[in-house]
């Protein structure tokens, strides 16, 4: 493919030859509620591109994109999630990525991601946010397995009887439930990621201690860079490292900085703010496009300027061999370990500080 006009050969180079992995987007609510065709390119009309319009196969091709999270359609919310729901959606979804397999391939692992990445085909991987409706025994998480979920997320913007979200500072002390270690174990099991994004602090941190496996945080904003409801401690960050885990940083502005600056350069100061954090093996990416978030970076209105950000972590010093794993060696290294089976990080590598 030919470099974008705006970026350095250097920096294309780099991001043509990396694995580049976006943890999290939400565009198959558009596809399976509003017929939005994955295939044909669109445009966001506005200046901050909010909302939605940020994702198709067109421009995942343009963003040098190897794989993408994909949250499955279904509304998180246990009114909407009757018995069943949840696997019939992602049913839906498994048959439909069979209709769409010349140009998106469904992977199940990482090494599905390697084989589309072979073939030059991008990939996504299907997610749940939220696990309202979802009733944790043991056959029906090995049949989201099978029809191809990747990840579940234990709680989002509602009550699950899973987890408590951040979203009410009344909830941020509440103990994991029962039936959230149980679930933990069963998806440990059956080979599914478990996801912590918009989990309340005492619920999140009962549920990495309780991690046998590398945990993810799809897509979230830090406290140390914008305190807010939305956003996790550096103690959180510091145990998702613990265990291995990655945090995906979400690209909305409003959840990445204090600052008027609403440019690329957020996400860089991120970035680089996880780097001293918890090191260079931790870090990923996790857009939230097409998550109805009121804005994106103004340089960065969709994932086909992905290679921008390439480009601005290798201008701002970050040495390569971070920036590959930051574009997606890491959250590649936490599907392998967890999806595929495949044995984690070499225990001789140093850890981050506790
Ligand atoms: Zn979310």
Redesign the pocket.
Known sequence: MKPPPDISREAWQIHEHSIVIDL?ADTLFLVFMFGYRMGARHRNPFPRSPFIYHVDIPRLREGGVTAIGLTAPVIPLNILRRRGSVLRAIQKVDRWAGTMRTQLVMARSGADILKAREKGVPAFFLTL?GAHGVRGELEEIEAFKRHGLVSI?LA?LTRSPKAYPNRRARWRERRLPEAGYALIEKMEATGLIVDL??VASRSFLDAVEFCKKPPIVS?TGFQSMKPMWRNISDYEAKRVAKKDGVLGVVFHPGYLTRSRNRSLDCVIENIRFLLKTVGDDFVALGS?FD?WVPSMPTDMGDVSYLPRLTDRMLRDGIPVDSIRKILGGNAMRVIREVCDGLPGRDEMTPRPAE
């Open positions: 999290h946010e997320g989002h994004a918009h897509h939230d998550g």
